[in-house]
């Protein structure tokens, strides 16, 4: 019997790294999984137990085109993992209206609004649950991150207030604070050996953290385990942020 057995859940930005992990990882552990990414996306999986959907979750139809399709294919609807997310690199001062809202879209909008289409269906479960994946930007900094750090601040506040108002119903919302993780988001600076060094050395634990890292602290929240945390950002970071 798996950690999950009997449970359905829809994780999103499952094509690649964090997700990815998760949607095997849950599956692994009995849980009907929707994984779901943008189209065009690789979605191949070999578990059984995963579905597949492509679609923009920053579309206006995404939240009900998703939560349908779980429904349609489990039933029921017992854990919602947002986690899928962007980012650019542009400082404040030079970023328009539509790089903002672009990560805005994906990284805030679309967690609220596939979080309140979701509600009515983990109310009725009796284990609902609401992860997302925010960041160590929810409270740290970087040139050129305004927008990324905005997004996952606002992350950490909407979990703390789905957990308020949902708990009566035995709901429970966290968020995940990954640090520096090797996935596809990170790609490109980390196949620089020297900067990949650098965030590895950051850390206590003198490593890049990896997609089964934070899939791990998701599966935590989403099993029994965690019957009795809500509201909580729980980092996932090697203790990258201990030092300042
Ligand atoms: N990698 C890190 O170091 C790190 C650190 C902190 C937080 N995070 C967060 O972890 C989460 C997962 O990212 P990752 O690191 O695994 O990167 P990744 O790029 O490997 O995976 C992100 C996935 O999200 C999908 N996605 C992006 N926009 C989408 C949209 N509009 N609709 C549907 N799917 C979309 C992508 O196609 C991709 O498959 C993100 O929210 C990211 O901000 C990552």
């Known amino acids: ?144 991150l305004a927008a990324y750090c905005a997004s996952k601040s606002g992350v950490v506040g909407l979990t703390r207030n789905l957990a308020l108002e949902l708990g009566k119903f035995g709901v429970t919302a966290n968020a995940i604070m990954p640090g520096a993780i090797a996935t596809g988001m990170t790609r490109a600076s980390f196949a620089n050996e020297d900067i990949a060094a650098i965030w590895a050395k950051k850390s206590p634990l003198r490593r890049l953290g990896q997609p089964i890292d934070v899939a791990r602290v998701a599966l935590f929240l989403a099993s029994d385990d965690a019957d009795f945390v809500t509201g909580q950002a729980i980092a996932a970071d090697g203790g990258l942020t201990l030092r300042v």
């Open 1 to 144: 019997m798996g950690r999950l057995t009997g449970k359905s859940t829809i994780i999103t930005g499952a094509a690649s790294g964090i997700g990815r992990a998760a949607a095997e990882l849950f599956a692994a552990e009995g849980c009907d999984v929707l994984a779901v990414d943008r189209p065009g996306s690789d979605l191949t999986f070999s578990h059984a137990q995963i579905r597949v959907m492509e679609q923009d979750i920053a579309q206006d139809e995404a939240p009900a085109n998703i939560v349908g399709a779980a429904l349609a294919a489990f039933g029921k609807l017992d854990v919602l993992y947002n986690n899928a997310g962007v980012s650019n690199s542009t400082l404040a001062a030079q970023m328009d209206d539509a790089q903002w809202d672009w990560v805005m879209s994906i990284n805030l909008r679309a967690v609220f609004r596939l979080s309140r289409e979701a509600i009515p269906h983990l109310v009725k479960s009796d284990h609902g649950r609401i992860i997302s994946t925010s960041s160590v930007m929810a409270q740290g900094t970087d040139y050129g």
